[in-house]
């Protein structure tokens, strides 16, 4: 039966594919419909990363100029919108957001394909990722996750496309994606544009022209943002809260009793006393002294016309460098603080990403599938292990480990850098899809390692944004390593 399914599949055209995939595709959405799952715009009113409302609607231009907060792009598409479709911005974001699902769906499929994994598989695997509740959650939440993993998988496309046509559109695309990821989510820093263009430029030398016109419009544009926040704020940076994310790995780390002696001792500031993220008025009035920009909304009020805390004030950029200034004393004279806190963030990477707790009201709708992917796929020990005391997590919430998610995703890793560095005579990999293979590594690397030392608390948010990529080396894995020799497996 197995064999005639494959032969089955593996005889459908590309039209059929299509086909069939978006039939696929329809149905899922439909029956988690049918389960309550409902589009979540309700961050737009709250989210701490989002420009007020009220500003992106009639002063959107000026606000996203003065936003040090967060990188532009993500503002912009909100603010977009709501002018675009005043009164239906919710069913409007509801169809980008299912869009971008249905790309991320084909994408995975399309590059499995160009790494020679097999059409049943390829199709299993994105089958798999689209119908999984953690790609339909984050689908159904107006929050950046979901585009970023749509982005990021589209750009390991690009490159897969540019390099088995050379073309240079491919090429183009392929940095505006990059940019487009830089431009909305500060963990996708300059540095990371310039590694992978250097690295084209240097490991693909026959098409060094190319890459180069392709790669300097859009540098130019990511490069403008750090010198926007230098010259407007002093902080040459895409965001302005690094200060505050660091402290919360390191220095919030340290018992309470602890701080309040170093803050007594003049080691530390107040701030250390006040919880990280607080709204402006929360901090000493010093902060909020000056006058400066105080004819600038996005940067003077303190609440949103939502009531929301308006994490954009001018106030936050002085707030967050003293921040910095503290964390930094906290690594250099209590580096445990540091090891608690990168322990909490690693544990919390490899949960199942579905565990957050903006997700909640959708995913109690559907908790069957839900706890049938976190037992059998991901392989949730039910044990809560706040008991154990193993793991330094600040939660009333039971904990968990996975244990298919915490040996799988580096086991997938390896596998791919030795596809990507060692050649094998039994796997007929190319060098282009070698550089493909090497390129999805490099990027599971480069968000795991900022992810868990810089950040904590949303460790398996930031995740998903790589989830997509972790499924290409899963079904590459499966291709070249489990079924090799199995005649389902041909491709």
Known sequence: MMRRLTTRIDTLSARGVLVSMSLAFIAAHTLYFAAGIRFDAFPLVWGWH???????????LESLWYLHSQPPLFNLFLGGMLKVFPGNEGIAFQSVYLGLGFVLYLAVFSICRGLGVSRLIALGVSTALMVSPSFVLYEHWLFYTFPIATILTLSTLLLQRFLSTGKQWYACGLFVTLA????????????????????????????????????????????????????LFGECTASSWFGMSLWKISGRQLPEAQLRQLVAADRLSPLALIDVYSAPEAYPAQYRATRQYAHIPALSQLRKSTGAKN????????????????????LRHHPQAFLIGLSGASFGYFKTSSDLEFLA????????????????????????????????????????????????????????????????????????????IGYVCFNLLYVALIATVFEIGENNRIRFGTDPLYVVLLGVFIQYTLCSQSRSCQR
């Open 50 to 60: 989002y420009l007020d409302p009220a500003l992106l609607r009639a002063r959107l």
């Open 180 to 231: 487009l990821l830089c431009g909305m989510r500060s963990l996708f820093h300059i540095g990371y544009y310039v590694l992978i263009g250097a690295a084209l430029v240097v490991k693909l030398p026959q098409y060094r022209r190319t890459l180069l016109l392709a790669l300097i419009i859009p540098g130019l544009f990511v490069g403008s943002l750090y010198l926007k926040n230098a010259v």
């Open 311 to 330: 994490l954009n004030h001018i106030s936050i950029v002085a707030v967050s460098h003293q921040y910095r200034t503290d964390a930094m004393y906290v």
């Open 361 to 436: 009201k959708n995913k109690q709708r559907i908790r069957l599938m839900d706890t049938i992917y976190n037992y059998l796929l991901y392989g949730k020990v039910p044990y809560n292990i706040l008991a154990t005391g193993l793991v330094p997590i600040d939660s009333d919430q039971p904990q968990f480990f996975y244990i298919f998610l915490l040996i799988g995703l580096p086991l997938l890793v390896v596998n791919g850098l030795k596809l990507a560095v060692w050649r094998d005579a039994a796997i007929r990999l190319s060098s282009h899809q070698r550089i493909v």
